[in-house]
């Protein structure tokens, strides 16, 4: 019926998703428990901490204190995100972590000039810096992701050819520095992004750069998200982030509207029901979805964790 | 890229499905005044009322109450429940409202017994006793509906055959009272379907009774609604039923997951992004979502009416 994939990595962005933006304090404790946790899950992705500045984001102060004591489980990679050089810096520090670089850049100049004062110009500068960063640690830089892919609340929509066109930027950087890009990642940040746009997007890139992997992140602001992934799956999209319970976005909204990215298990409950396999075990990241949501301590967007597995209600009917 | 259709058929339950839950209580006031103005919204179907035993269903002891105060506005078809001939006089009772039969069958029969207390033949048979009673009262019978038709939690999954079969007996006992059944609709009464499930379904129905239209209501207790709404959409379905701020389910569980009808306003979000009419104008459903929110008095699953719609933005955007 469709170009459906077998298989579907999943990025699980919560505990950084989560952590970074909860008004908490959330001691490291909670948030390593809950590391440790999605660890038994199958989940082979975890991006677990981010590194920026304390004093603008609090709650991920104790960033090294948490990769410090949290148990890697073997077969798993475990991120961090770093929005510059001394995020970069820290993140390598740790010596826990799999490190690999990305040429980040944003589809909306708007977005970027409020947000970071920079052109897209000067943007593509400061990513070639990064990439000279990373090749002087060694790290592989294999990944492009473009912010605001889908449309922008201080730019509006983002016409399909600037995706193109900056997809062509960051392979054009990339070859300049005797690298190959494998994954574009589309980030639909400010939830711009309904079913139809995702397959007219995902359409035009894979056309233009057929071996290029393309991953989505999804935001689910306008209750959108599952259905996003949905429409990429059919266009043979394998690879989703996603954040456990639906962490991240505004906490105080979090119980009138998923803000945050697509639900973890929600995307895991529709791909098991379709038949395509994550490695995930929905059952354990049910679990895992409520530890998440009584460590923040208020009710969190996912659904699947109220409503219930259905192939556990399979194995009750059979006895 | 799909057989999107170009208009599509919204039928708002939220005043019945909500009012009907929610613990209440709710005044006769403050129902007439959601009514009123979702009669403002450009909805063309609303089904204000159910008419069932008080006992049971106190917060709709006072249905007819409701029926006389609200004010009608032309063009929209105010519609009410029941579910024997008991509830279909005191609906007809009314003169107020918009009356149709339609036949209505349940694809377990494990439920089946466990809430009516009936076997599938019974239940067929009650059916040609309504028909004769929608008859006697001169009312137009061109509908069926099949409730749990994905999945039922008291027997699992609902195989495509069994479904066909029972569209097959609608049709057949429709033809026996010389009746012609135009629409039917499926019910994921539930929350079983997910997107692939629902093209399954939708496809073989279509094979075998191409001239059948066909209605689809989705429950979102695991958070598919949207999802399932829009594999409906690429399967040409053109018809939904929907609550304002999703509306419905178990009141005390709504902040934790969506647990009633697909929302209406994301519903129709959607659809005005991908270029499908509705004749509805998003901007005042907005209103009506945040005005059933205040009336039930607790936070309603909507995302839509938290985060915004895209065409309000993109005005704003050009000023």
């Given at each position: 019926m469709s170009d459906f994939p077998k298989f579907v990595q999943l990025n699980e962005e919560g505990p950084r998703e989560g952590f970074q933006i909860e008004k908490g304090p959330i001691s490291t404790e909670r948030k390593v428990e809950l590391i440790d946790m999605l660890s038994e899950t199958g989940l082979s992705q975890i991006q677990i901490v981010s590194f920026v500045n304390p004093k603008r984001v609090p709650g991920m102060a104790d960033a090294e204190e948490v990769v410090k004591r949290f148990t890697p489980k073997k077969g798993v990679r475990y991120t961090g995100l770093w929005l510059n050089d001394k995020g970069f810096e820290r993140a390598i520090g740790t010596g826990r972590l799999d490190i690999s670089g990305s040429i980040s850049l944003t589809a909306s100049e708007k977005f970027l000039q409020r947000n970071q004062q920079r052109s897209m110009a000067e943007n593509l500068a400061d990513q070639g810096k990064m990439i000279l960063l990373y090749k002087k640690h060694g790290v592989t830089v294999d990944r492009g992701s473009i912010m605001a892919a889908f449309g922008c609340?201080?730019?509006g929509d983002i016409p399909v050819p600037r995706i193109l066109d900056l997809i062509q930027n960051m392979l054009d950087l990339a070859e300049e520095h005797g690298l190959m890009l494998k994954t574009i990642s589309l980030a639909d940040t400010m939830a711009w992004a309904t079913p139809l746009s995702i397959k007219r997007m995902v359409a035009a890139v894979r056309e233009r750069f057929p071996n290029l992997r393309i991953s989505l992140h999804l935001h689910d602001t306008r209750g959108m998200g599952i259905a996003n992934a949905y429409a990429g799956l059919e266009m043979g999209v394998d690879s989703f982030d996603c954040t456990v319970a639906g962490l991240g976005g505004c906490p105080f909204a979090a119980h009138n509207g998923a803000?945050?990215?697509?639900?973890t298990e929600d995307l895991v409950f529709m791909l098991q029901e379709m038949g395509i396999e994550t490695g995930v075990n929905l059952e354990v990241l049910l679990e895992a979805a409520t530890l998440a949501e009584a460590i923040v301590g208020h009710p969190l967007p996912g659904s699947v964790k109220v409503g219930g597995s259905l192939n556990k209600l399979r194995a009750q009917l059979l006895h």
């Open positions: 609340n201080f730019e803000a945050g990215n697509v639900c």
